[in-house]
């Protein structure tokens, strides 16, 4: 991964084709595929790197809008719709993701705010 674009409001991922500069703002959620990660964007659009989840918890940690909220998934706590109480967020452009539960106090906690 390359060092975080000087732009608060921006994030730079890299691969072995080169990089990509995503807006925090455009990312829903990522989720665990294997060693893999996808990150599901705006419009409907998926990337998928080479990289477990953990290491894109280690470059979104700074921002609070993202949340890790189960093992296999990160959500973009701005895209957050619903949640019901078994553990399943509804998300922007229909997506869901999930929340464990060693998640779910600083998840819930995040929204009584």
Same mark, same amino acid.
């Given at each position: 991964?390359?060092?975080?674009?000087?732009?608060?409001?921006?994030?730079?991922?890299?691969?072995?084709?080169?990089?990509?500069?995503?807006?925090?703002?455009?990312?829903?959620?990522?989720?665990?595929?294997?060693?893999?990660?996808?990150?599901?964007?705006?419009?409907?659009?998926?990337?998928?790197?080479?990289? @477990?989840?953990?290491?894109?918890?280690? !470059?979104?940690?700074?921002?609070? /809008? +993202? #949340?890790?909220?189960?093992? *296999? $998934?990160?959500?973009?706590?701005?895209?957050?719709?619903?949640?019901?109480?078994?553990?399943? @967020?509804?998300?922007?452009?229909?997506? !869901?993701?999930?929340?464990?539960? /060693? +998640? #779910?106090?600083?998840?819930? *906690? $995040?929204?009584?705010?």
């Amino acid at each position: 991964m390359l060092p975080q674009y000087q732009n608060s409001d921006k994030i730079t991922l890299s691969d072995s084709f080169g990089f990509t500069i995503l807006e925090k703002k455009e990312i829903i959620k990522l989720e665990a595929n294997g060693n893999y990660t996808d990150i599901y964007l705006l419009g409907n659009r998926k990337l998928r790197y080479c990289r @477990i989840i953990k290491e894109f918890e280690d !470059i979104l940690r700074p921002y609070e /809008s +993202f #949340k890790r909220t189960h093992r *296999s $998934y990160i959500v973009n706590l701005d895209h957050v719709k619903t949640f019901s109480n078994k553990g399943i @967020i509804e998300l922007t452009e229909d997506q !869901i993701a999930y929340v464990g539960d /060693s +998640f #779910k106090d600083e998840f819930i *906690s $995040y929204f009584k705010h």
